[in-house]
């Protein structure tokens, strides 16, 4: 058995995958034909793309898959009934030679797995990660708090400066004054 990649999902590969299903969709063909392909394409096995599809890829094109469908009609009833139906023989002809056998199903179930490791992998990452911006974060909020403290009092300071200047103007303007008039 054939072991494919471990690594978690990119959104590349999403659309990828996306695309290839989409794609097969249009033209008639099975999605299992896609999974293959996608799996081909990005070192995985056919049935982690399929787990991927399934679990989450599909949700985010479910008007994609309902344009492809229409467009499929659309092709049928346009005259491409030949092509149409050579997709259709070879889906039954597909469907009559497909049986699963235990190594089918331990290879599917292997592929959860790596998925699975993955992600809790990715997980596990992610939380440390978030764990850590939130303690940067709350040094950050200390270290504003601290600044804004500081500012209020330079502020206030520099009020009382402005305030003391005042006065000593004031003062000096009336010394001026009165010498002015004593002479």
Do not use: P
């Not at 190594?103 to 990715?122: H, K, P, T």
């Not at 764990?131 to 009020?159: P, V």
Request: hydrophobic share 35%; glycine share 4%; net charge negative.
């Amino acid at each position: 058995m054939a072991t494919g990649r471990q690594d978690a999902w990119t959104a590349e590969e999403d659309r990828l995958l996306a695309d290839l299903v989409l794609s097969h969709i249009r033209e008639g063909s099975t999605q299992l034909k896609a999974f293959k392909e996608a799996g081909a394409k990005l070192a995985r096995t056919a049935a982690a793309c399929g787990f991927r599809w399934n679990s989450y890829v599909r949700k985010a094109y479910q008007n994609e898959i309902t344009v492809a469908k229409k467009e499929r009609k659309d092709a049928q009833r346009n005259g491409s009934s030949t092509l149409n139906e050579a997709n259709e023989s070879e889906a039954i002809h597909e469907a009559n030679d497909t049986h699963l056998s235990i190594r089918d199903v331990i290879s599917y179930l292997n592929g959860l797995q790596e998925d699975q490791e993955a992600n809790i992998q990715s997980y596990s990452a992610l939380k440390e990660e978030n764990q850590m911006l939130r303690q940067k974060n709350e040094d950050l909020n200390g270290k504003l708090e601290n600044l804004r403290r500081e500012y209020g009092n330079l502020k206030a300071e520099y009020s009382t400066l402005l305030s003391i200047m005042d006065k000593a103007r004031k003062l000096a303007a009336k010394e001026t004054a009165y010498e002015v008039t004593d002479a």
